[in-house]
C-alpha cells in the first residue's frame, strides 16, 4: 500500500516556473519498487501522463509535449517525487496528480490503469 499527497499548484503566467511536490506513505513494498508519475487532466479531457520515473533505475521519461520544459526527480530516501514546471504555457492548465505503479507493470508505465495509488490532485493555471 502507499499513500500520496500532491501539492505546490498554484497559478502563474506563461513562462513562469512551479514545482510540484509528492510525498508518499508506504506500507508493504519499499517506495523503491514503484515507479512515480505526474499526470494531468484539463476540463473535459482526459487524464494524460506527463512524466515518470522509473523503479528499476530511477531514469526519466515524459511525454512529447512537456519534453524539455518539465523535470522529474524522485528521493527514495525521502519518499518523494518532484516535478519542476519551465517555461509554462496556458495550455498546462490543468489537475496535475502524482501516482505510483507497481513494479510488476514494468519498468517505465505510461497508461493510467498501470498507476493503482493517486495523490488527491493539485490545480496548475497558468495566465497568458
Known amino acids: 500500500q502507499i499513500q500520496l499527497a500532491d501539492s505546490g499548484g498554484g497559478l502563474m503566467q506563461a513562462g513562469g516556473t512551479l514545482r510540484l511536490s509528492c510525498a508518499a506513505s508506504?506500507?508493504?513494498?519499499?517506495?523503491?519498487?514503484?515507479?512515480v508519475g505526474w499526470f494531468r487532466q484539463a476540463v473535459g479531457k482526459e487524464r494524460e501522463f506527463v512524466a515518470g520515473?522509473?523503479?528499476?533505475?530511477?531514469?526519466?521519461y515524459y511525454s512529447d509535449s512537456v519534453e524539455g520544459r518539465f523535470t522529474i526527480s524522485r528521493d527514495n530516501a525521502k519518499k518523494t517525487v518532484n516535478l519542476l514546471m519551465d517555461s509554462l504555457k496556458p495550455e498546462d492548465t490543468a489537475v496535475y496528480y502524482c501516482?505510483?505503479?507497481?513494479?510488476?507493470?514494468?519498468?517505465?508505465?505510461?497508461?493510467?490503469?498501470?498507476?493503482?495509488?493517486w495523490g488527491q490532485g493539485t490545480q496548475v493555471t497558468v495566465s497568458s
Open positions: 508506504v506500507s508493504g513494498p519499499s517506495f523503491n519498487s514503484y515507479s
Open positions: 520515473t522509473s523503479w528499476s533505475d530511477g531514469s526519466t
Open positions: 501516482a505510483a505503479a507497481y513494479s510488476a507493470w514494468g519498468p517505465r508505465p505510461r497508461r493510467v490503469v498501470q498507476f493503482e495509488y
